[in-house]
């Protein structure tokens, strides 16, 4: 089991930026696949991102190409999404994940260990 931590979540205005991490302990995160994944009040959680164990494959939703980057330095076993031109629609808690396969990485499912979440709300 890994152990997974959020961080960077905030408030900002539409248009700006942030840079979320996933720190991880307990297991190196050069076993895993990991994503990004983000809940809005009285919404179901939904993927947002994810990237291969070796960072060499990233998937993303639909509506954050283009927008977000999901990254990976297994040297510090953390994982990053910056989000640049947020909108008040990304509003949400974030959650980061690790998933023991390197298939179907936008699936809840795959996933094993989740974080506690960071909360992000963009203003518009």
């Known amino acids: 089991q890994v152990q997974l931590v959020e961080s960077g979540g905030g408030l900002v205005q539409a248009g700006g930026s942030l840079r979320l991490s996933c720190a991880a302990s307990?297991?190196?995160?050069?076993?895993?696949?990991m994503g990004w994944f983000r809940q809005a009040p009285g919404k179901e959680r939904e993927f947002v991102a994810a990237?291969?164990?070796?960072?060499?494959?990233?998937y993303y939703r639909n509506p954050v190409k283009g927008r977000f980057t999901i990254s990976r330095d297994n040297a510090k076993n953390t994982v990053y999404l910056q989000m640049n031109n947020l909108k008040p629609e990304d509003t949400a808690v974030y959650y980061c994940?690790?998933?023991?396969?390197?298939?179907?990485?936008?699936?809840?499912?795959?996933?094993?260990?989740w974080g506690q979440g960071t909360q992000v709300t963009v203003s518009s």
């Open positions: 994940a690790a998933s023991p396969r390197d298939t179907g990485l936008g699936y809840l499912s795959q996933y094993n260990d």
């Open positions: 307990g297991r190196s995160l050069s076993r895993y696949a």
């Open positions: 990237i291969s164990w070796s960072g060499a494959s990233t």
